[in-house]
């Protein structure tokens, strides 16, 4: 009996290995479906018939964490904004702006799992996810550590758990590294202005604001009870910042700032030229990119350090 059990059981290996492609396919198609739970960063949980294997990403530190785990074969399109790496312009774009999705070409790319950032979405784009019936797993970036497990909840979601994982750790070893450097060193008043029309600045709370204390800074908007504060240039005169970090890549940023808001010329930063630029990727994206934003910021405040001591895991 127990002989014919053994056997009944690796029936169905003998039955795929003897079938054709195409019976293959009808075997998957008929066998029953195990379905799948995943609980998302908002709590949600989103069950599915089988695994997903059909993406679409529609934010773009979303996007490049597929690429960095090496699951872009299983994306099927991506949003306007996802433009790195450079080869993910070679994927369908699925439009969106305040006032919907494109969900007409949603439903042409059939994706098993959409995957968006809660903070790139208004409530009305999740009311018209919630009613066209497509399954969304949602992101929230609420500070470093955020990050690191939305890049393994990628991995998980998309079968690639091993590198996902790799790169989460590896991460969070530079930001030791940070940590470790920057903990003896003098924190100096800093504003991370995200917007100069109109003013606005890292509050304090939130990654902005982590990023800044972590990188050896002290955020002079730290009491502000929320991550994006609008802000006067009496505000930040009143602050007395002794490093300006402006969020651009616009090389004139500096003179566009002062040039609509004269008196922050009169800044100890500007006194100081310690005045500097952050690429917006860096900063503004949530993916595996955000570590280079910290130590930029981190070289940016403390000149003495150099990014070899970071990256040889070296300490001062």
């Not at 998957?28 to 609980?39: F, G, M, R, T, W």
Request: charge should be negative.
């Amino acid at each position: 009996m127990q002989t014919f059990l053994r056997w009944a059981c690796l029936l169905p290996f003998f039955l795929w290995i003897s079938c054709g492609e195409g019976e293959r396919e009808k075997l998957i198609d008929e066998a029953p479906l195990i379905s799948k739970v995943y609980q998302d960063s908002t709590g949600r949980s989103i069950e599915l018939p089988r695994a997903p294997q059909r993406f679409l990403s529609l934010t773009p530190s979303i996007t490049e964490t597929i690429f960095a785990i090496g699951a872009e074969g299983k994306l099927i399109g991506r949003s306007m904004a996802c433009d790195f790496p450079a080869e993910v312009g070679e994927w369908a774009e699925v439009g969106f702006d305040e006032n919907g999705i494109d969900l007409p070409l949603v439903a042409e790319l059939n994706p098993d799992l959409i995957l968006l950032a809660e903070e790139s979405f208004s409530e009305e784009h999740i009311r018209l996810l919630d009613q066209s019936g497509w399954p969304y797993f949602l992101f929230r970036y609420e500070d470093l550590e955020a990050v690191y497990q939305s890049i393994r909840d990628v991995g998980v979601l998309m079968g690639a758990e091993k590198k996902a994982d790799q790169i989460a750790d590896s991460l969070m070893a530079l930001e030791a590294r940070i940590l470790d450097s920057t903990e003896i060193q003098i924190k100096y008043p800093t504003v991370m202005l995200v917007n100069d029309r109109p003013l606005q600045a890292a509050g304090g709370v939130g990654l902005w604001h982590e990023m800044i204390e972590k990188a050896g800074g002290e955020n002079i908007f730290s009491e502000a009870p929320s991550a994006l504060v609008s802000v006067t240039e009496d505000h930040i005169l009143t602050g007395k910042p002794e490093y300006l970090m402006l969020v651009s890549d616009n090389d004139q940023a500096y003179a566009n700032l002062v040039e609509f808001h004269p008196r922050l010329y009169n800044l100890p930063a500007a006194a100081r030229d310690q005045v500097f630029l952050l690429p917006p990727d860096w900063i503004f994206r949530p993916g595996p990119r955000i570590l280079q934003g910290l130590l930029q910021l981190t070289l940016s405040l403390h000149s003495p350090l150099v990014p070899a001591l970071f990256i040889e895991g070296q300490a001062l």
